[in-house]
């Protein structure tokens, strides 16, 4: 009989509502890191190679929809149903700034020369705030034809993707004209939009539909439809060659980019997946949930002490904890070993 091959995720507690956006940052100098974003209205900041939680940024007053960090690490920013986006020091988890909106704000994200912080939100308006002069009115872009759900740069901070909450399709606006340019058009709202790391596609998911878009040329280059409604995907950012999604059906799965065939079906979760994302390296991916937690998932050939069969390019064999220890010690309700290591959870008790 073949041996049964069980993902087993890192499993990282600590929100007590649902986790409804995860962000990586680039790799610096100091590793990689890790945000989540809560409707509890407490963002938090990661290891995003260990899960290990540095900190809780701690002044919104209402859930918080989404969340990111600046090229080097060095500042958050967070968007929320409180009518505020709020940036903050990556290193102290003290706020430095909070422009109030008229309405909540569902989307925010940081220019690539990290000086202009976007916001959207359901005042179907896109402002742009300069982080060197805060204080100065933002400019505002106001032809979002619905509430913007997600907003991301591309081209070098030249253009400004948006999709909206209510209406199909991906709006691309050119910065400096304030114009729409191009519609990606899809059949149901887009509930996450991706740029790939080297900026050649756009990774979107839309109803049961997951599609990849020349970032360049806008011209639709991959369509797959998936077994359930999705309301994240993200490329695997060094190879391109598979991306992960995750939605209703609580599962978290991997995918061949090139065929759609799938390559790996993680189960833990025990409430809808709303965003995953891979980590900057490729080597693992994360996952935000209904039920709270998030999961970083392991992806390349892993074995265990033992077992000479590793699985299929994401998972790993067999019942592991992470660390020399087994007496965990718990932080703000995320447990980590005497080594510092997130732990793993017995994949028997917690499928």
Not at 289 to 303: F, K, L, M, N, V
Request: glycine share 10%; proline share 4%.
């Amino acid at each position: 009989m073949e041996k049964r091959k069980i993902a087993v995720p890192l499993v990282c507690h600590g929100h007590s509502r649902p986790v409804v956006d995860l962000f990586y940052s680039p790799i610096t100098a100091d590793g990689f890191f890790l945000i989540s974003a809560s409707k509890d209205s407490s963002p938090m900041l990661r290891n995003g190679e260990t899960g290990d939680w540095i900190g809780t940024f701690e002044g919104h007053k209402g859930a918080v929809w989404s969340c990111c960090l600046d090229t080097n690490a060095l500042r958050a920013a967070s968007a929320s149903a409180d009518f505020s986006a709020k940036v903050w020091d990556a290193l102290t988890g003290e706020e430095l700034h909070s422009f109030e909106h008229k309405h909540i704000v569902r989307a925010c994200a940081f220019s690539e020369d990290t000086h202009i912080l976007l916001t959207g939100g359901l005042e179907k308006l896109l402002r742009l705030f300069d982080l060197n002069r805060p204080d100065a009115p933002p400019r505002e872009i106001d032809k979002s034809p619905g509430s913007i759900r997600t907003a991301a740069w591309l081209h070098s901070d030249q253009t400004i993707l948006s999709s909206c909450t209510d209406l199909g399709g991906v709006r691309l606006w050119d910065v400096r004209s304030g114009k729409i340019i191009q519609t990606l058009e899809t059949k149901s709202p887009v509930t996450s939009a991706e740029v790939s790391q080297d900026g050649r596609y756009i990774t979107t998911a839309d109803g049961s539909n997951v599609k990849f878009w020349d970032a360049n040329h806008f011209g639709l280059v991959k369509s797959y439809s998936m077994p359930c409604n999705v309301e994240s995907a993200s490329l695997e950012p060094k190879l391109g060659n598979k991306f992960a999604a995750g939605g209703e059906d609580m599962w978290v799965r991997i995918f061949d980019f090139h065929t759609g065939e799938e390559i790996g079906c993680n189960k833990g979760h025990h409430g809808p997946v709303h965003c995953v994302r891979f980590s900057p390296g490729g080597e693992s991916y994360a996952s935000g949930s209904e039920d709270g937690t998030i999961r970083i998932w392991q992806t390349g050939p892993a074995t265990v002490a033992g077992d000479t069969e590793p699985s299929a390019g994401n998972t790993i064999s067999g019942k592991i904890k992470a660390g020399v220890n087994d007496v965990t010690r718990k932080v703000d309700g995320f447990h980590i070993s005497k080594d510092g290591k997130a732990e793993r959870v017995d994949a028997s008790t917690d499928s």
